[in-house]
């Protein structure tokens, strides 16, 4: 199947640094999000982006589909920015809500 | 605009009960996937309805097992639980109207004893 990688796997910012993650898959995708985890487990999609780029207030996107990664950008970092992020992917006509995760990236912001 | 709604939150179950989690989606969503993150596996497709069909499946036991509801509504049913069934259950809500953009419930923690 697919492989996701994420990195780094942590990162500790001081609040207002900006922060680049990177996903990296194995092979072409139909269905790429971002998604945020907050500490009561709780996952918020970010973006939808399986190619391209987005933007959403000080959180952006981009997706190289066919050089297989994507980046997720955050400015101006806040300590509530704190959590997991995860890149998940979906590849094959047939897909639809079966994705797979990379293993998170950790982001610590301290004030 | 109410949310995935999954239920209960929290229980605690022993090995070799069984226990049956429960996943309202968005209205308007047909499909309905569920997945298991824990710290050593990460997070982990379990299976998707749609239409009250099961479209995809992960790789899982049969211990593992799902179904679908006429109003979209979802259980997933874990039997003979064991100790590494502890885990958070999330379930995830889509419409192919949006891509397949799934949004995800706050989940169950189980924790088996």
């Known amino acids: 199947g697919i492989q996701v990688e994420q990195s780094p796997p942590d990162l500790i910012l001081q609040e207002g640094a900006n922060s680049t993650l990177r996903c990296n898959f194995s092979?072409?995708?139909?269905?790429l999000q971002w998604f945020h985890q907050n500490p009561w487990g709780q996952l918020i999609n970010l973006f939808y982006?399986?190619?391209g780029t987005k933007q959403n207030g000080r959180l952006s996107a981009t997706t190289v589909a066919t050089e297989r990664y994507s980046l997720l950008y955050i400015s101006s970092s806040q300590t509530t920015d704190s959590g997991v992020y995860f890149c998940?992917?979906?590849?094959?006509?047939?897909?639809?809500?079966?994705?797979?995760f990379g293993q998170g990236t950790i982001l610590t912001v301290h004030p | 605009k109410a949310g995935v709604t999954q239920t209960p939150r929290y229980l605690i179950k022993t090995r070799g009960q069984q226990v049956t989690l429960s996943c309202s989606p968005i209205?308007?969503?047909?499909?309905v996937s569920w997945y298991q993150q824990t710290p050593g596996q990460g997070l982990q497709f379990l299976f998707e309805?749609?239409?009250?069909?099961?479209?995809n499946k992960g790789n899982f036991p049969g211990r593992f097992s799902g179904r679908q509801f006429s109003n979209s509504r979802s259980e997933m049913n874990v039997s003979t639980l064991e100790l590494g069934d502890s885990a958070l259950y999330l379930c995830?809500?889509?419409?192919?109207?949006?891509?397949?953009?799934?949004?995800f419930g706050a989940g169950s923690r189980l924790t088996v004893l």
């Open positions: 995830a809500s889509s419409s192919s109207g949006t891509g397949n953009v799934l949004t």
């Open positions: 092979d072409s995708v139909n269905n």
């Open positions: 982006i399986p190619s």
């Open positions: 998940a992917v979906g590849a094959g006509g047939t897909s639809y809500g079966k994705l797979t």
């Open positions: 209205s308007g969503h047909r499909s």
């Open positions: 309805y749609f239409s009250e069909t099961q479209r």
